[in-house]
T-cell receptor
Framework: GAGVSQSPRYKVTKRGQDVALRCDPISGHVSLYWYRQALGQGPEFLTY????????KSGLPNDRFSAERPEGSISTLTIQRTEQRDSAMYRC????????????FGQGTRLTVV | AQRVTQPEKLLSVFKGAPVELKCNYS??????LFWYVQYSRQRLQLLLRHISRESIKGFTADLNKGETSFHLKKPFAQEEDSAMYYC?????????????FGKGTLLTVNP
């Protein structure tokens, strides 16, 4: 596709379940980012990949959160043992990786933990 | 620590009126500043960035390092400008990949 694709668009899960959110970046984009946006807040950085290497995971809130990008393309953000406070919009973005290039965002995944 | 402040959660203007969305930042170096926009049911997208010094859809923003501000302005608002606007910054150099966003301002342009 032409843009960053995220799936699912909406996910409702019960507290304690694990969830996996998928991001398919723009073809050829080497850099991939995950952000989380709580209601009424701006997006907050979670983690960043350059190709398959996770360069920065400083924004992941705790060890229940993990992300991977094994082949340098599609990425998965996994949340284990979900809690209600994990409810948010999860946004993925990609960029070409060149200096000062624009990051393109996907539509986001709205996660609701009940 | 880097921080972006957008003091107005909501801003309502009439079509044809000037509009200014405020953004202040704190950063201990030379940041790059951006404005992102999200129209209803669309994805977050870049509107403009200070290094480009462009005018996009009639919007301009000037980086004022003395006041640490990057306010977004448009002289004559249009109804299609109604959207959520986020100011964001990144560092130059090694940390230029990480965006710090403000909480956003919802702009409504009334007919």
């Amino acid at each position: 596709g032409a843009g960053v694709s995220q799936s699912p668009r909406y996910k409702v899960t019960k507290r304690g379940q694990d969830v996996a959110l998928r991001c398919d970046p723009i073809s050829g984009h080497v850099s991939l980012y995950w952000y989380r946006q709580a209601l009424g807040q701006g997006p907050e950085f979670l983690t960043y990949f350059n190709y398959e290497a996770q360069q920065d995971k400083s924004g992941l809130p705790n060890d229940r959160f993990s992300a991977e990008r094994p082949e340098g393309s599609i990425s998965t953000l996994t949340i284990q043992r979900t809690e209600q406070r994990d409810s948010a919009m999860y946004r993925c973005a990609s960029s070409s990786g060149l200096r000062n290039t624009e990051a393109f965002f996907g539509q986001g995944t709205r996660l609701t933990v009940v | 620590a880097q921080r972006v402040t957008q003091p107005e959660k909501l801003l309502s203007v009439f079509k044809g009126a000037p509009v200014e969305l405020k953004c202040n930042y704190s950063y201990s170096g030379s940041p790059e500043l951006f404005w992102y926009v999200q129209y209803s049911r669309q994805r977050l997208q870049l509107l403009l960035r200070h290094i480009s010094r462009e005018s996009i859809k009639g919007f301009t923003a000037d980086l004022n390092k003395g006041e640490t501000s990057f306010h977004l302005k448009k002289p004559f608002a249009q109804e299609e400008d109604s959207a959520m606007y986020y100011c964001a910054l990144s560092g130059l150099g090694g940390s230029n990949y990480k965006l710090t966003f403000g909480k956003g301002t919802l702009l409504t342009v009334n007919p």
